[in-house]
């Protein structure tokens, strides 16, 4: 059973990925994703209150403990 979820937990992440690329509208060059850091905590956000380090910390433990709980 385990491995049958596996499956289609990587098969349902691989669809939604295809599909998201697929439809964009527009893409952004990699030097812009890879380059560009918007926080999206407000004006100001947390990214010039604290630091964007901050905000990138409390963004992987939040993910941390949507997978574990």
């Not at 669809?15 to 509208?25: D, F, G, R, T, W």
Request: aromatic share 14%; no cysteine; charged share 10%.
């Amino acid at each position: 059973m385990n491995n049958f979820s596996i499956f289609w937990h990587a098969l349902g992440t691989i669809a939604l990925v295809l599909a998201v690329l697929s439809k964009a509208p527009t893409h952004q060059s990699a030097k812009f994703v890879f380059t560009h850091f918007y926080d999206g905590t407000g004006d100001p956000g947390w990214g010039e209150r604290a630091s964007p380090a901050y905000v990138a910390v409390i963004g992987i433990l939040m993910a941390q403990y949507t997978m574990s709980a």
